[in-house]
T-cell receptor, first 114, second 112 residues
Framework: GNSVTQMEGPVTLSEEAFLTINCTYT??????LFWYVQYPGEGLQLLLK?????DKGSNKGFEATYRKETTSFHLEKGSVQVSDSAVYFCALSFSSGSARQLTFGSGTQLTVLP | NAGVTQTPKFRVLKTGQSMTLLCAQD?????MYWYRQDPGMGLRLIHY???????AKGEVPDGYNVSRLKKQNFLLGLESAAPSQTSVYFC???????????FGAGTRLSVL
């Protein structure tokens, strides 16, 4: 079956530090890949996505590149802010089939200190 | 701009009690989903619906029932709550032809 593996947290960084959250996947075929973010007390929001190999998704200073050869979709940001403190989920989905089911990783808690 | 609205936000049940969680979306989405979120396990799909009057099982459907009588509403029922159902429940919706799912703020359920 399909699965997503994320680096375990929690991750604590100082403001303006560089962020990497690793994500690898196992799937039959070529899924679409996503990063969702969950701020405290809120539901998940789509942060960025990539639908094919070598695509780069980007939003709010975050980036992730779909690497088919390493089955990875690592999330990066060059300079984190306190407001980036949240839980980050990597996920995959296939665009065919009866539903657009998302398979999530376990989430990585990020805390950014001033 | 309500998006996906879940009610209630919090609930405490005793073992064996029943309850229904309501999800409402105002985006005219065809697909709706119920997930549960447990520590260290990410989100797992309970049931989903691809349109009014249709439902299907997800990864962890046991102990839950759902109904989609109206396109905008998706109900999740617990007939006889168990402590193992203590979790945070999220509803989501999406267009039929796209992968982006929009999530509600969640319902925190404790079963004692």
């Amino acid at each position: 079956g399909n699965s997503v593996t994320q680096m375990e947290g929690p991750v604590t960084l100082s403001e303006e530090a560089f962020l990497t959250i690793n994500c690898t996947y196992t799937a039959t075929g070529y899924p679409s890949l996503f990063w969702y973010v969950q701020y405290p007390g809120e539901g998940l929001q789509l942060l960025l996505k990539a639908t094919k190999a070598d695509d780069k998704g980007s939003n709010k200073g975050f980036e992730a590149t779909y690497r088919k050869e390493t089955t990875s979709f690592h999330l990066e940001k060059g300079s984190v802010q306190v407001s980036d403190s949240a839980v980050y989920f990597c996920a995959l989905s296939f665009s065919s089939g009866s539903a657009r089911q998302l398979t999530f990783g376990s989430g990585t808690q990020l805390t950014v200190l001033p | 701009n309500a998006g996906v609205t879940q009610t209630p936000k919090f609930r405490v049940l005793k073992t064996g009690q029943s309850m229904t969680l309501l999800c409402a979306q105002d985006m005219n989405h065809e697909y709706m989903y119920w997930y549960r979120q447990d520590p260290g396990m990410g989100l797992r799909l309970i049931h989903y619906s691809v349109g009014e009057g249709t439902t299907a099982k997800g990864e962890v459907p046991d102990g839950y029932n759902v109904s989609r009588l109206k396109k905008q509403n998706f109900l999740l029922g617990l007939e006889s709550a168990a402590p193992s159902q203590t979790s945070v429940y999220f509803c989501a919706s999406s267009y039929a032809a796209k992968n982006i799912q929009y999530f509600g703020a969640g319902t925190r359920l404790s079963v004692l």
